[in-house]
């Protein structure tokens, strides 16, 4: 006994898909002209929106071909699927995000690290709420281990406590819970930002700071 395909009840969008996967496959040999770089751009930067408006499930192929101003098949010239597509949109939220708290990080001594790592997500966050919802869509979706999201700040408050000295002849806290609670208190900070607007997420920032510094250095 065959099942029916849930997806054949859509045929004009699994013919539009199919074309758009052999579109892929014929592509794949070759560099995309500037022309086609600007509309991956574009599509990318439009899913991020209605991503943001509507969620994941809403943005429909029809819905970003419709904002985009282009047709659906032209769409899928340029991502085999729509799952193609979202997954750049997620991609591409949470590359702005990396690179600015890596620069901004990156910029700071090893002491203030963790309060230069705190500072810029939250502050990232604040000014892109747009990429907000994404980059939350992107996380839960993904399959990461835990300890790819608390390792990183738990490395940088190891180096804070080097640099300032306090990490010798004293046992100090468990830096993988402390990395837990501050990476949770991130998530609240924002979460609180994004349904109350008016609340005042850098200056909840200042406060997470200063309560891991008591914890770091004290």
Do not use: C
């Not at 659906?72 to 997620?90: G, I, T």
């Not at 804070?160 to 990490?167: L, P």
């Amino acid at each position: 006994m065959t099942r029916e395909n849930p997806r054949s009840r859509e045929p004009e969008q699994g013919h539009e898909q199919a074309e758009g996967r052999t579109r892929g496959r014929e592509r794949g040999s070759r560099r995309p002209t500037l022309t086609e770089q600007a509309r991956r751009a574009q599509l990318i930067d439009v899913t991020v929106r209605l991503i943001a408006e509507h969620g994941d499930a809403a943005t429909s192929l029809a819905r970003i071909a419709e904002a985009a101003g282009i047709t659906k098949a032209a769409v899928l010239y340029h991502f085999r699927s729509k799952d193609a597509l979202v997954r750049a949109a997620h991609e591409s939220a949470l590359t702005g995000l990396v690179e600015h708290v890596g620069r901004a990080v990156e910029s700071a001594d090893a002491e203030r690290a963790p309060a230069a790592y705190i500072r810029s997500m939250v502050g990232y966050l604040r000014d892109h709420p747009g990429h907000t919802r994404v980059v939350i869509a992107a996380v839960s979706e993904e399959d990461r281990r835990s300890s790819q999201r608390w390792r990183p700040l738990a490395d940088l408050m190891a180096a804070a406590r080097r640099a300032r000295g306090a990490d010798s002849g004293t046992e100090g806290p468990d830096l993988r819970t402390t990395a837990l609670i501050v990476g949770g208190g991130m998530d609240a900070i924002v979460a609180e930002h994004l349904d109350h607007p008016d609340y005042d997420p850098l200056a909840a920032a200042e406060e997470l700071v200063a309560m891991l510094d008591g914890v770091l250095f004290s």
